[in-house]
Structure formats: structure tokens, C-alpha cells
């Protein structure tokens, strides 16, 4: 059973930094397509970036500001937020890219406020 458990998240001044975890389980994420999905307050989820053996993509609003990575060995990816600015406050998961059948995960909440 493929699980997700996201965390990281918190309250950040706009300009600061955060690091996102997702730990993954029931699916070896090495031989996938995965990546960083948000829903910000009251509009649908959005891709935010994708992590592939062609490379890293992101969508056009982060890039520049966050990067993602993974470590194979735990099974688990990361999202480096830097240059945080209010518009990136949103709940933020992982998962397959594009999504498929697999559940989401409980998210983990960012909020970009001074």
C-alpha cells in the first residue's frame, strides 16, 4: 500500500526558507516519476515541481526560488523552498507525477506571512 507522509512545513516570513520532507513507503520512488503538488486556500491542486532521471522541472512561479531532491536510499524526497513569498502559502504534497491512482498524503501546511 503506497503511503506518503509529508512534513517541513510552518509558518515563514516572506523572504525566508523552508525544507519539505516527504517519506515514502510501499513504492520504491527511485523507479518513478514523482514530485511536489500544492493547494493553496479555496483553488485546486497544482503541480509545483517533478523529479525524473531526464531531469528536474518546475513550474514557472518557483523556478529559481525552490529545488527538489531525493535520496533514493530513504526513500525520500525533499522540496527546498527559498525566497518564500506569500503567494506560496498552500498545503504541499507528494506523489506521483502526473498523479495517478496513488493517495495523497496528509500534506504539510506552509504559510508565508510577516
Known amino acids: 500500500q503506497v503511503q506518503f507522509v509529508e512534513s517541513g512545513g510552518g509558518l515563514a516570513q516572506p523572504g525566508g526558507s523552508l525544507a519539505l520532507s516527504c517519506v515514502a513507503s510501499?513504492?520504491?520512488?527511485?523507479?518513478?516519476?514523482v514530485g511536489w503538488y500544492r493547494q493553496a486556500p479555496g483553488k485546486e491542486r497544482e503541480w509545483v515541481a517533478t523529479?525524473?532521471?531526464?531531469?528536474?522541472y518546475y513550474t514557472e512561479s518557483v523556478k529559481g526560488r525552490f529545488a527538489i531532491f531525493r535520496d533514493n536510499v530513504k526513500n525520500t524526497m525533499y522540496l527546498q523552498m527559498n525566497s518564500l513569498k506569500p503567494e506560496d502559502t498552500a498545503v504541499y504534497y507528494c506523489?506521483?507525477?502526473?498523479?495517478?491512482?496513488?493517495?495523497w498524503g496528509q500534506g504539510t501546511q506552509v504559510t508565508v506571512s510577516s
Open positions: 506523489n506521483k507525477v502526473p498523479h495517478s491512482t496513488w493517495p
Open positions: 510501499g513504492v520504491n520512488l527511485s523507479t518513478y516519476v
Open positions: 523529479s525524473s532521471s531526464d531531469g528536474r
